[in-house]
């Protein structure tokens, strides 16, 4: 992945961030996002889109690839990095940016520092890396999906670990205090400390092994288990302190598995203690011990945790009395996405109102205006008495209008409306592409005819 460098982030202008928001966004359902898209999403001409486009390629913050059907441009990892620091630079969350502290297999671990100058932690999740490449069996990131793009996952990575920790540091447990959060980067508090794999002399193993363990039973009362609960992820204070990192894994307890993962973190803190301290003990938690008191897998929706086991968890921690108050709940949220969505319809209609205002022109006519059956002649009134005429009619925001023509109303609007569709189809139709380049299909046949034109002589052909 290479160290990330952020020197190149104080001289883009406002224009290239439009351009990789443009492609990002166009990443949602394209795999690689053509140039005349990137163009319409940005709103900026083709041309100036282009030209920016090709300088953030040379900084590698986009990837030109050619693709089997069409050719297009793909966000970098440091592009995606590039346009979460933009934004947490402008929230004051970070202000300047120091050196690389850990490299985990789905994570890069910077120091930053805010507008007071305070150090923070910054981690970049990663998703996809070689070493890394299981997502499906280890986590449930995908969920329905056939595929999705690493950046993505490593964004549902961060918002999951920021959500777990807010969570838990709310609740007064030993982890770093979450900040903010933007993409696939999250700010937390940096733990003056390293983590328990250095430690080699402890003033008191006994309370740190208890310490450890009324962790991983803390965490199985609140309803939810680490997950990878080892020495890497457990950091050490100057004071002997422990601290939990690392939770984007955390699973729970009602999940299918949870006695496996339990049992697993128990199991690694106990082989560690037994290798690195020669200290084995034989007291140690079982998944039985569990007695819950809080239900954090329900808040943050975690892993292995269906709606019906919500609602039951719920039910028998007193937060749902009845069925009847379940339900009226669920009319109440019923209600309100009624609302909401009448709201949303409210605004697209008063949108369509804008639309057809700017289409549509006020027509000035004579206010005293009559025309003859017979001889189709129009009699106008006094030059004076001019007004403007053009009005709403009813809700729909229909046209009322008074013109001096003879033709009728509804052969001109039908008129009006093909004249635009005709010229909004020969907009589309119409193919803008880039000096020096062409597109996918272009390219197979020029190659398909020069291999023809190579082959001439070996059968004779002239």
């Not at 034989?282 to 892993?303: G, H, M, Q």
């Not at 949220?333 to 909401?340: A, L, R, S």
Request: proline share 2%.
């Amino acid at each position: 992945m290479g160290k990330l460098n952020v020197t190149i982030l104080r001289y883009l202008t406002r224009d290239d961030f439009r351009v990789l928001t443009a492609i990002e966004m166009g990443m949602k359902n394209h795999e690689l996002v053509p140039a005349s898209l990137a163009a319409q999403i940005a709103n900026l001409r083709y041309g100036g889109v282009h030209k920016f486009m090709k300088e953030l390629c040379k900084h590698r913050l986009l990837s030109y690839e050619r693709g089997k059907h069409y050719d297009g441009y793909r966000l970098t990892n440091a592009g995606y990095d590039y346009l979460a620091l933009k934004v947490l630079a402008q929230r004051g969350t970070v202000s300047s940016f120091g050196n690389q502290i850990g490299v985990g297999k789905e994570s890069n671990i910077y120091i930053v520092a805010d507008e007071e100058g305070n150090p923070v932690c910054l981690k970049l999740h990663r998703l996809g890396r070689t070493c890394f490449r299981n997502i499906k069996d280890k986590r449930d990131y995908h969920q329905h999906r056939k595929s999705a793009s690493w950046l993505y996952l490593s964004r549902i990575s961060a918002t999951r670990e920021f959500a777990y920790m807010k969570a838990l540091y709310d609740r007064g447990f030993p982890i770093p205090k979450p900040i903010d959060l933007n993409r696939h980067c999250v700010v937390m508090e940096l733990v003056e400390g390293g983590p328990l794999c250095g430690v080699y002399e402890v003033d008191d193993i006994e309370w740190l092994y208890d310490e450890l363990m009324n962790l991983i039973v803390k965490l199985g009362n609140h309803g939810v288990i680490h997950g990878d609960f080892n020495e890497f992820n457990i950091m050490i204070t100057s004071s002997g302190k422990p601290i939990l990192i690392d939770f984007p894994q955390m699973v729970s307890t009602e999940h299918a598995d949870a006695k496996i993962y339990f049992e697993r973190d128990v199991n690694c803190v106990r082989d560690f203690f037994k290798r690195r301290f020669a200290y084995e003990s034989e007291l140690y938690p079982t998944f039985e011990d569990i007695l819950r008191e809080d239900c954090i897998d329900v808040e943050i929706k975690a892993s292995g945790l269906t709606k019906q086991m919500e609602k039951d968890l719920l039910r028998e921690m007193g937060m749902i009395e009845s069925e009847a108050e379940e339900a009226e709940e669920e009319s109440e949220e019923n209600v309100e996405e009624q609302k909401e969505s009448m709201d949303e319809s409210e605004i697209n209609y008063l949108q369509q109102q804008v639309e057809d205002c700017v289409r549509n022109e006020y027509i000035y006519t004579p206010k005293d205006v009559s025309v003859d059956a017979e001889t189709n002649e129009a009699t106008f009134g006094s030059e004076d008495d001019q007004v403007q005429t053009g009005e709403f009619s009813d809700s729909k925001s229909m046209y009322s209008t008074t013109t001096v023509s003879t033709i009728a109303p509804e052969v001109i609007k039908k008129k009006v409306k093909s004249a635009l569709q005709k010229r909004e189809k020969r907009e589309q139709s119409r193919r803008i592409l880039v000096k020096g380049e062409a597109n996918a299909v272009t390219r197979v046949r020029r190659e398909n005819k020069d291999t023809i034109k190579q082959s001439t002589g070996i059968w004779g052909w002239e």
